[in-house]
């Protein structure tokens, strides 16, 4: 119980010091220069004092006050007879200190609440003030009857002007200030062996938090906190996560820490971690550690906890493959068919890829996006929006084009660091055709990535490649499952993929690349003999020359069909 109290009377008290600080407090303007406040009237000629000025009146009572304190008469000689120095010592509290007691002053009531209000201020500020003379706090209390001339005025404040007043002089209280140590007990108290007072001390400074956010930026609090990220029970280690997540969009330095708790045992604490993970990502689209937040989440994509499975998921449709509202989805890059966006969106993908040993739990996340299987069972049951499915689809053929022209780009740089810097590209494009190959093969026209990447599946293995794969086995693999899945477009493009191939067998001297294509064009074919025997034959004559390869193409008569991707099993990679 004291502990839930002590949160929320700091949380008060640092509520109101992040009011008073974001508040520009007018009320200091009009004390530093008040003399804009007097009033002219034209029609009485008379001249009013403003409230400050009145009050600057009243507080001769110092002076007065002063000079009939008999400790101290050195004190008194110095000040009688000096009234504008005594006016030059009246400090700008004590002057809206006045203007309050006024304020109370006019707003009498029937049960005198207002004068007990009084002598409640007069006792605290004389507490706060040791050294000041307790005649003087009763004297303000009859200063309208000591000083006669201010009788006729009256306060101007409103209402929600001594609220402000009220908040700002408390600031200067000796409650106010003992909010440092309040803050300390607490923190104090997040080191306790009972979980029960750990649990409560969290929730404290979490108020405390919500009420000013810049309370986390302090060193020992940011500290204390994060070392309940590896506390030993699951509710604490959640409760800081939860503390941090909520302003972590203004500490964004604290984004590593919380992904390292997406490993954690407690299956509540990963989920809170991808969340809060995803809300900073989305928050701040130049948020420096997007990809290694990104690693970060799909590494939890083969969670044994399903609902973490489909959380991932969910992030990742929501980072890559939702259609972005507004007009920039219409923005193209000069000598580009694919959306600026669109192609941002690869390339994060592409740059998460250069730090993952495999692209497996890519196509996994693919593949789940590429059906919606994330959604909750309800809405799989009322059936999936189609409006949804294909927005999904298109996104992904978007982002194939993208990759192949990233490749075409890159493979124009000769060197061994063009290619290095390709294999990402080829790798991403890779894991969409073992999703569905048919991505690779728009209508429009679907033997384009089987010719334009056909010349680059002779590229070399390189020593830096052999964890990751080679290009060439990757190509022939893209171009192969390409062929396998556009069955349904056999007349409009069998012609020209035999010619492809042609010209494939007379300049390639790898009989083992051709080979692998004709196989996959044989197989492609076969159930469709009766309308492409004339294409194969022609096929086959020009390759006559290869002779073995005649003598195999010719041999071939096995049905294919593409296997769906198993999620559980290991994906090929080469």
């Known amino acids: 119980m004291a502990i839930d109290l002590l949160g929320t009377i700091a949380a008060r008290l640092k509520h109101d010091a992040a009011l008073c600080r974001k508040d520009k407090f007018w009320i200091v303007q009009v004390v530093i220069d008040h ?51 005594a006016t030059g010592r009246v400090t700008k509290p004590e002057i809206i200190q006045q203007m309050l007691l006024n304020y109370l002053q006019d707003a009498t009531s029937a049960d005198e609440l207002h004068l007990f209000t009084r002598w409640f201020y007069l006792c605290l500020w004389h507490k706060d003030d040791p050294a000041s003379q307790q005649k003087f706090f009763l004297a303000r209390m009859k200063s309208r009857a000591i000083l006669r001339d201010s009788c006729s005025s009256s306060s101007f404040l409103t209402r929600d002007s001594v609220k402000r007043i009220t908040l700002a002089l408390g600031q200067n209280s000796s409650f106010a200030r003992g909010f440092d140590k309040i803050l300390q007990v607490l923190l104090a108290s997040l080191r306790e062996n009972s979980p029960v007072i750990r649990a409560k001390a969290l929730r404290a400074v979490s108020i405390i938090v919500e009420a000013d956010p810049e309370v986390l930026g302090d060193k020992l609090v940011r500290t204390t906190v994060e070392g309940r990220f590896c506390d030993s029970t699951t509710s604490a280690r959640e409760a800081a996560l939860e503390l941090v997540g909520r302003h972590i969009a203004s500490h964004p330095d604290v984004g590593l820490k919380v992904a390292e708790r997406i490993k954690d045992t407690g299956v509540s604490v990963r989920k809170r971690a991808i969340r809060i993970i995803r809300d900073m990502c989305t928050s701040s689209p130049d948020f420096s550690q997007h990809t290694t937040a990104c690693v970060e989440i799909i590494s939890r994509i083969n969670d044994e906890e399903f609902s973490i499975q489909d959380l991932v998921c969910k992030t990742f449709y929501e980072f890559w493959f939702e259609e972005p509202s507004g007009s920039q989805s219409h923005l193209y890059k000069d000598g580009s068919c694919v959306p600026l966006e669109v192609a941002k969106k690869t390339e994060q993908i592409a740059e998460m890829l250069r730090r993952m040993s495999s692209h497996q739990p890519l196509a996994i996340v693919i593949k789940i996006n590429l059906a919606l299987e994330f959604f909750p069972q309800a809405s799989k049951a009322a059936g999936i929006n189609p409006v949804l499915l294909a927005s999904v689809r298109r996104r992904c053929e978007l982002m194939c084009k993208c990759l192949l022209e990233k490749i075409l780009q890159v493979t124009e740089i000769n060197s061994e660091e063009g290619e290095e810097h390709m294999l990402p590209y080829v790798l991403l494009l890779h894991a969409f055709c073992l999703v569905d190959p048919t991505l690779c093969a728009p209508a429009s026209e679907p033997s384009q990535f089987v010719i334009k990447l056909q010349p680059y599946s002779k590229s070399q293995v390189k020593p ?82 290869k002779g073995v390869l005649a003598f195999k193409m010719s041999s071939l008569r096995l049905s294919f069909r593409p296997r769906p991707l198993d999620i559980n099993k290991k994906l090929p990679i080469g």
């Open 35 to 85: 003399s804009m406040l007097i009033v002219w009237e034209e029609e009485s000629k008379m001249l009013l004092d403003c409230e400050v000025c009145l009050c600057e009146k009243l507080l001769v009572l110092k002076e007065y006050c002063e000079s009939q304190n008999k400790d101290d008469q050195k004190q008194s000689r110095n000040h009688s007879g000096r009234s504008s120095q």
């Open 464 to 545: 830096y490649m052999i964890d990751l794969g080679s290009t060439n086995g990757t190509f022939i693999n893209i171009i192969k499952w390409t062929l396998n899945d556009t069955m349904n477009c056999l007349k409009k493009i069998l012609s020209s993929l035999v010619t492809a191939i042609s010209e494939m067998s007379e300049h390639d001297e790898k009989e083992g690349v051709i080979f692998e294509i004709a196989i996959a064009v044989s197989k492609w074919a076969d159930s469709k003999v009766d309308e492409s025997g004339d294409c194969i034959q022609v096929l086959v004559d020009k390759l006559k020359k």
